[in-house]
RNA sequence: CGGGGCGUGGCGCAGUUUGGUAGCGCGGGUGCUUUGGGAGCACUAGGUCGCAGGUUCGAAUCCUGUCGCCCCGACCA
């Protein structure tokens, strides 16, 4: 490809859309264009990074088994509300695109394909001796999040491979699980991007095991958690550690204290020379059902902790056998507008009575109790009386007669031992999620009646899996891990061209002859070459080429009529003069060792 | 959805407080000079100042409404 004919457009200033350094790249080098919010356009450039991304997985895919296939982006609401998920994704904050059509039918662009694959296989798979069977599929992806941000890496509108196993028994799920655990590992290697892999909470797509594959980096939107070790890596919304140990607050009797004022743990604390980890403090969080039912939830937490909202949703949802659609907390305002104005926000205790909800017109009257493991541990602490500016001191859990389920609903922090071995204080690290592997159960073939008759006759749901790879999301984390300041510096397997030959000057005959011999020489021999033929200056050339990161860069210049070139490396910028079939000699053998030391 | 900010040529911005015929840098075009790390000079094209109403002799600027975009948050008890 010659830049005179690449429609090349580069940017000086970075667009003051662009707030990340890999949005900002990738705008400026001219690989995407915004369309409106969270909407992009895949220029040229972007497309061939995206279509070597895309190569890299079908191969690795391909290899154990996967099929290729491409299922429809408009669904029918029917599956969706057989699987129990139009509600949840449609009300509320959820994000799936929906539409109704000229005969009236509702419809929903697809946020992922559970619902379609599942329907499809149950009417193919009839008999456990076709299983087990893994379908796959790379395409665009539609979800209408709450807050699009940071280019590609959180888009409405995006790239997406998804694969969807089928068995008759778990033990095979559980083996093809491992098994896109190992195809992954290989994928994302040979992309070039650096990965960790931590225990996930499944979210919204539910199913029992899931992991995640994060490309670190500070620009991340995820919290991890991990031990130096590497024993132990795990998402936030996930992770669960030994909190640290309660300073002990001694026994006594019960007794009321006056607070005023002191509604905040940091000024009770200051005031009565208390430390957060002896209160305990009290959270009213709003949890939506499906069917429109507002469930209040009260939950206590050692004053040192934090709440983990994931982690509650999944105790609620296991719990009360629900579908959460939204949880929140509950500000005075809402309370007042349910008609609660008399409780006494700030000196809550965890034996609030249920009857302030009476007067609630479209909440449940009573809560839902919960208390964090953290609490439920302390012999005696302080609490808030239910009464405005006082708070008990010397409570115990008899002693207030209560003692909710005991859950753990606490956020690992950073600082924390590792449950596998104490003496491993996690850290924090920043991630991009760039890939999910689930183990589904049965919850999408039981709902959706998808089974198969087994070896004994009988009909029974497939055990399945679902594993996903954002594959747009990988082309922006790949320039986010893989930077400096004059550009881009792509992994050379997922790089627009591997080599860019830059003609100085192109009024010299000599550099213009030996460039082009080389081009075409390189092209031959299957290099993926550009030839920067443009009547500009070295010096533009030189950063377009830096900004665009091509590995490899060939320079045509003053050697030329002795047939001597530069060759350039993109990321360690070192430079060598060579001869030009020398040149051509190195780039091959360079290409090829950099790809075989990519395959473990 | 709540809070904050911003919409002025392809990109980055000034001008808005205090109303008086729209400006700078980059980029584009032409010419000359230059030619190995985003050249210099000269000329030149390109803008209903997001949109719609209103106030005014006169609106990018003031008022009302509306649309779009970006950031923070949707948690702190």
């Known amino acids: 490809m010659r830049v005179s004919r690449l429609m090349l457009v580069t940017l000086r200033d970075a667009p003051a859309e662009a707030e990340v350094i890999s949005h900002q790249l990738l705008l400026r080098g001219g690989y995407i264009k915004r369309v409106t919010s969270g909407i992009y356009a895949y220029m040229p450039l972007l497309l061939k990074v995206i279509k070597k991304i895309t190569s890299i997985v079908q191969e690795e895919l391909n290899a154990k088994g996967c099929l290729e296939m491409l299922l429809p982006q408009l669904h029918p609401a029917e599956i969706w509300k057989q699987s129990g998920r139009w509600d949840g994704y449609t009300a509320g904050e959820g994000i799936m695109f929906h539409l109704i059509d000229r005969q009236e039918r509702e419809l929903g662009l697809g946020p992922t394909h559970e619902e379609v694959i599942t329907k499809i296989a149950g009417d193919i798979l009839q008999s456990y001796k076709q299983l087990p069977i893994n379908l796959y599929q790379i395409q665009t992806k539609f979800r209408d999040e709450i807050r699009p941000r940071f280019g590609l890496m959180r888009s409405r509108e995006f790239i997406m491979k998804d694969a969807y196993s089928f068995h008759a028994n778990e033990k095979s799920l559980k083996h093809t699980y491992l098994e896109m655990n190992d195809a992954y590992e290989r994928i994302f290697k040979r992309c070039g991007v650096e990965t960790v892999a931590v225990d996930a909470d499944s979210g919204a797509i539910g199913g029992a095991e899931s992991r995640e594959f994060m490309v670190t980096a500070d620009a991340g939107e995820d919290l991890i958690l991990l031990s130096p070790d590497k024993k132990y890596a795990a998402n936030q919304e996930k ?3 030994h909190p640290s140990r309660a300073n002990i607050l001694e026994k006594g ?3 009321l204290i006056k607070t005023k004022g002191q509604s905040t743990i940091k000024d009770l604390c200051l005031e009565q020379n208390f430390l957060p980890d002896q209160v305990v403090k009290v959270i009213i969080l709003l949890a939506t059902f499906d069917n429109n039912i507002h469930q209040p939830i009260l939950i206590s937490i050692r004053g040192d902790q934090e709440l983990n909202e994931v982690k509650l949703i999944n105790v609620i949802t296991k719990h009360l056998h629900r579908n959460v659609i939204n949880l929140s907390t509950v500000s005075i305002k809402e309370f007042n507008k349910e008609g609660i104005n008399n409780i006494p926000i700030g000196y809550i205790g965890p034996d609030l009575k249920d009857s302030y909800l009476d007067k609630s017109t479209k909440w449940e009257h009573s ?3 919960f208390v964090d493991h953290t609490a439920a541990n302390l012999k005696s602490f302080v609490c808030g009386a239910n009464i405005v500016d006082h708070h008990t001191i010397f409570a115990t859990w008899s002693s ?11 956020k690992a922090i950073p600082g924390d031992s590792s449950l596998h071995d104490k003496t491993q204080k996690l850290i924090a690290k920043r991630g991009i999620e760039i890939g999910h592997i689930f183990q589904l159960g049965r919850k999408y073939s039981s709902s959706l009646n998808a089974s198969f008759t087994n070896e004994s006759g009988k009909q029974e749901p497939f055990w399945m899996g679902c594993y996903g790879i954002g594959v747009s999301r990988l082309a922006q984390a790949s320039v986010e891990q893989n930077h400096d300041k004059d550009g881009i510096i792509w992994p050379l397997s997922i790089a627009p061209f591997e080599v860019i030959i830059v003609i100085a000057n192109v009024k010299d005959d000599s550099q213009c002859k030996l460039a082009n011999e080389m081009y075409f020489k390189l092209r031959d021999q299957g290099v993926d070459v550009l030839i920067d033929d443009r009547a500009e200056r070295a010096g533009v050339k030189f950063k377009d ?5 091509i590995p490899w860069k ?3 210049g003053r050697d030329s ?21 020398e040149a051509i000699k190195k780039l091959i053998s360079e290409i090829s ?8």
Do not use: H, M
């Not at 909710?404 to 609903?409: A, E, S």
């Not at 060792?593 to 473990?600: A, D, I, R, V």
């Open 554 to 556: 060939v320079i045509a």
């Open 367 to 369: 809560f839902i109790r």
């Open 561 to 581: 009529s002795s047939r001597k070139v530069e060759l350039v490396n993109r990321t360690t910028k070192t430079s060598k003069s060579l001869d030009a079939a």
């Open 239 to 241: 992770a669960s550690s």
């Open 545 to 549: 080429a830096d900004l665009i990161g």
């Open 400 to 410: 207030l007669g209560v003692l909710p389920k005991v859950v753990d609903i606490r």
């Open 253 to 255: 009797k019960p007794k």
């Open 593 to 600: 060792t950099y790809k075989k030391s990519l395959l473990p």
